[in-house]
């Protein structure tokens, strides 16, 4: 089973159930089982967003997480004791934890029915190894979130990946540890865990390819030093241009996916910062500018500062921090230090801590 796998559930694969399901007779149905049309319209996908600016956007996924989580808990009422029942708590956890993701308010609100909700899951004899595995890894994620302390982090990573290796797929158990340690930026812990997981897998790829870019250069704590050329020609140099100012580094190309899914929360994250004194600067990847140029014009949410060198990934920034993998997202501290070297996970964490 693939991360990508377990980590498959998002926003989008949660929808309101038609007002017809709530209306279908019920006397004659297998109280044992929740009817497998009931299962796939809690699943189906969202309509209606195509035309909607990001702030419509946002509020339309707010309310529709929380119909979500109010239809799933009706269908959990209805047939508790189904044996498919996990499928319907598996639907109610992942609204739960992407309303947690809001702020620390909404995470302590949503905090005890997640782990609550993941402990049903994983007990539950009739749940499948592919839900049983998807719980526990949002009652990870979800007690990890705010935590800070190495010593803290390790324990609970390494109760994780103890837990993970008794009942499911031990490879997977390191994947996880080692990708949660990274996210809270503790390169030292990720490291201790693809040592431990390439001594039990010495041939497994994956860990190999972390484990060279681990091996990188450390930047943190270091001056971010970049010559850079704005869209309309000028220089800009740091740190010395943005001394004072936090300043985040998205390194991204207009071709790449997961940096266009990745802007949709940058428009948010710029709107709430820049009056802070946090400044975005997209250092971009793209060959050539009409191609650039082409899609700044139909996306006009890119209000941010934009640097273009037009050599790819030869980019002069992009070799120098061994940029290998976009979007890469980088903060540097008023000092002109980096703060962190892979902030795209918890984004505004790292910055609120340093605006501290």
Not at 12 to 36: F, H, R, Y
Not at 146 to 158: A, N, P, R, S
């Amino acid at each position: 089973m693939e991360l990508r796998k377990v980590r498959m559930v998002t926003v989008l694969s949660l929808v309101c159930v038609a007002a017809a399901v709530w209306g279908q007779d019920t006397k004659n149905a297998d109280e044992n089982m929740i009817p497998a049309e009931t299962i796939a319209q809690l699943r189906s996908e969202p309509k209606g967003m195509k035309d909607m600016t990001q702030e419509q956007a946002n509020e339309f996924i707010q309310k529709f997480l929380l119909k979500r989580l109010g239809e799933a808990d009706a269908v959990i009422t209805q047939y508790p004791t189904a044996k498919n029942v996990s499928q319907a708590k598996i639907i109610k956890l992942t609204a739960c934890f992407v309303l947690a993701q809001q702020d620390k308010i909404a995470y302590e609100k949503y905090r005890p029915e997640i782990l609550k909700t993941a402990d049903e899951i994983t007990a539950d004899k009739s749940a499948s190894q592919d839900d049983k595995m998807l719980a526990m890894m949002y009652r990870y994620r979800t007690k990890i979130r705010w935590m800070e302390d190495e010593k803290e982090i390790k324990g609970l990573l390494d109760e994780m990946l103890s837990t993970v290796k008794q009942n499911y797929d031990p490879q997977m158990g390191f994947m996880l540890a080692i990708r949660m340690a990274m996210e809270k930026n503790k390169t030292g812990l990720a490291k201790a865990y693809v040592k431990e997981a390439l001594i039990e897998y010495p041939d497994n790829q994956s860990f190999l390819r972390i484990q060279k870019m681990l091996d990188k250069p450390v930047f943190l704590g270091k001056p971010f030093t970049a010559d850079l050329k704005t869209l309309d020609g000028k220089t800009l140099k740091l740190p010395d241009d943005m001394k004072g100012k936090v300043v985040v580094i998205d390194f991204w190309a207009s071709w790449c996916g997961p940096c266009r899914q990745f802007a949709k929360y940058l428009k948010k994250f710029d709107d709430k910062y820049k009056d802070k004194g946090v400044v975005v600067i997209g250092i971009n990847l793209d060959d050539d500018k009409k191609n650039l140029d082409a899609y700044l014009k139909e996306h006009p949410d890119y209000t941010w500062m934009q640097t273009f060198s037009g050599q790819g990934w030869q980019d002069p920034t992009a070799k120098k921090y061994g940029i290998d993998a976009i979007p890469s997202l980088w903060v540097i501290g008023k000092d002109g230090n980096v703060v962190s070297d892979n902030a795209r996970a918890d984004l505004e964490g790292i910055v609120d801590k340093v605006l501290k």
